[in-house]
């Protein structure tokens, strides 16, 4: 890290100034900080540059905090992808089963034409007896 911060010092020294760029270094602990840092060239009135004038803003936290936030991004994406795939299953078991219903129903109404047609033609009465009531009553030809 020295030798970078020796070879920007460098630079700015012969008139490339760093602004606002975003740097790790490491701390006391060897804890990883974050430093948006600036450096200029000084200049003496005759315009000269005679040295170079710096700062360093800790923005650890902040860091810190677009991880976190980075991380929750994916997390949520995860999420949104799992759930997507789980919607598009059940729909895809929806649409059978709305598939099957379709075929059911046109098969009972083959049943219930079939079973009119031979109420209608029968020459003989038909009757429906409901047990439970214990009554019975005439199916009438249409």
Same mark, same amino acid.
């Given at each position: 890290?020295?030798?970078? /911060?020796?070879?920007d010092?460098?630079?700015?020294?012969?008139?490339?100034?760093?602004?606002?760029?975003?740097? /790790?270094?490491l701390?006391?602990?060897?804890?990883?900080?974050?430093?948006?840092?600036?450096?200029?060239?000084?200049?003496?009135?005759?315009?000269?540059?005679?040295?170079?004038?710096?700062?360093?803003?800790?923005?650890?936290?902040?860091?810190?905090?677009?991880e976190?936030?980075?991380?929750?991004?994916?997390?949520?994406?995860?999420?949104?992808?799992?759930?997507?795939?789980?919607?598009?299953?059940?729909?895809?078991?929806?649409?059978?089963?709305?598939?099957?219903?379709?075929?059911?129903?046109?098969?009972?109404?083959r049943?219930?034409?079939?079973?009119?047609?031979?109420?209608?033609?029968?020459?003989?009465?038909?009757?429906a007896k409901?047990?439970?009531?214990?009554?019975?009553?005439?199916?009438?030809?249409?």
């Open positions: 890290m020295a030798e970078q /911060f020796w070879a010092d460098q630079k700015v020294i012969r008139g490339e100034p760093v602004i606002n760029r975003e740097e /790790f270094v701390d006391e602990q060897g804890r990883k900080c974050w430093l948006l840092t600036s450096k200029l060239p000084l200049r003496d009135q005759a315009g000269k540059i005679i040295g170079l004038v710096g700062i360093g803003r800790n923005i650890t936290e902040r860091k810190q905090a677009e976190a936030l980075r991380q929750s991004h994916d997390e949520l994406e995860k999420r949104v992808t799992e759930r997507t795939a789980e919607l598009a299953g059940a729909n895809a078991i929806l649409q059978q089963q709305i598939a099957e219903r379709k075929r059911i129903e046109l098969v009972l109404d049943e219930r034409l079939l079973l009119r047609t031979l109420v209608d033609n029968l020459p003989d009465a038909i009757y409901d047990t439970a009531a214990g009554r019975r009553w005439p199916i009438p030809p249409t």
